[in-house]
């Protein structure tokens, strides 16, 4: 077991995940590694392997959106990090336990875990890691739609060398600097084709279908339908062979066939959907008020979130937008209660590594000094 799991470390591992994302087939693999199933922990005598493999099978939870599942694999994955004193192994899933949190609406927490992540890699001077948090502390301005936030943190990205592939996947920068770019209504046919071909050659197949639906969605709102149709089922083609679940690629794919005349499959699509943002765009073009503005009120709730600052902006303004539309009042929901926010795993124990490692640094400086 220990042989097999060194060699799935290698180009396997990279292969599977980030070109093709055979997920299920990473499932497989990764069974017999495990006493019980895929349960507690990989049968392994390094406890780096152990971790990878930990790491590993939460992300494809992730991707397969069983979020709650990923974050307790994450939590199990930490604590052995932490016990071994792996510290780039920490960083890393610091950074993939934000996502998790993000996904699950815990954004505040997801901000916290960021902002630890960072002061890791600073104490241990891992310069790497300090790039690929510059580039979330981007991802992060963007989602609050602090926008020129965001912009210092890419050219900071930009500056940095370039992290290697097992830390960062290349095209993930420059999605999420067109997506700033769209939300501001700035981005350009040239910027979007150099990320999205970009992707394509580094085979990093998220980021493909990322690209995509972005495009879907840029070509909607600039009454593009027949384009926007096409790349969605470009998109949905690829989410679908993964087995990766997407819905509101489906209220995209609505809104799009709405917007072609395609009634009853538009209202077929949409049973597939979130009903959120894009669902209430559909149920617009379609003429149906009401179910638009349900739709609009599930959007405006979940980009409320736990209240400014830890928002979705551009869905909070699109929704807000639309059911001023439609004649509905904005919700009044509460405002940001750090008081209700429970600390991450393992936070107390990694704040408390944080300051030995600093003061470990400070200690090597002032004796090289000497």
């Known amino acids: 077991m220990d042989e097999a799991a060194r060699f799935y470390r290698g180009e396997l591992s990279r292969t599977l995940l980030l070109h093709i994302g055979a997920y299920s087939v990473i499932l497989e693999l990764l069974k ?25 099978l939460a992300f494809v939870y992730g991707e397969l959106g069983r979020m709650e599942d990923a974050l307790g694999i994450y939590a199990n994955q930490l604590q052995l990090e932490l016990e071994a004193e792996n510290w780039k192994a920490t960083i890393a899933v610091w950074s993939n336990l934000r996502v998790a949190l993000l996904e699950l609406g815990r954004r505040s927490e997801g901000v916290t875990a960021l902002v630890l992540a960072r002061e890791v890699a600073e104490a241990i001077d891992d310069g790497h890691c300090v790039t690929v948090a510059i580039l979330y502390q981007m991802v992060d301005a963007v989602h609050q739609g602090r926008f020129p ?3 210092a943190s890419y050219d900071a990205f930009r500056q940095r ?26 981005l350009n046919e040239m910027e979007w084709q150099a990320g999205y071909h970009l992707a394509v050659r580094s085979r ?25 149709l096409d790349t969605i089922e470009d998109a949905l083609q690829i989410t679908n062979k993964l087995g990766t679940p997407r819905p509101y690629f489906h209220d995209l794919r609505a809104w799009a066939l709405a917007q072609v005349g395609r009634i009853f499959d538009a209202q ?38 736990e209240g400014p600052p830890y928002i979705e902006w551009y869905y909070l303004e699109r929704s807000r937008a639309l059911l001023k539309q439609l004649g509905e009042p904005e919700p009044q929901l509460p405002p940001f209660d750090p008081s209700k926010v429970p600390p991450i795993p393992f936070e107390k124990e990694i704040r408390a590594a944080i300051d030995r490692l600093r003061a470990e640094r400070a200690k090597e400086t002032e004796d090289e000094d000497s």
């Open 204 to 228: 990093n197949v998220i980021m493909q279908y990322s690209f995509l639906a972005l495009r879907a969605h840029w070509d909607l709102r600039e009454n593009r339908p027949v384009r926007a």
């Open 32 to 56: 017999p590694l495990f006493r019980n199933n895929l349960q507690g922990s990989p049968t392994l005598g390094s406890a780096s392997d152990r971790g990878y493999i930990l790491n590993e």
């Open 268 to 305: 077929a699509e949409l049973q597939a959907g979130e009903q959120g943002l894009f669902a209430a765009e559909a149920y617009l073009a379609l003429g149906e008020p009401e179910q638009a503005r349900e739709c609009a009120l599930n959007a405006y709730r979940w980009a409320w979130g």
């Open 149 to 151: 936030d965001a912009e």
């Open 161 to 186: 060398p370039p992290p290697p592939i097992h830390v960062y996947r290349p095209g993930g920068a420059e999605l999420w600097r067109c997506l700033s770019e769209f939300e501001q209504g700035t």
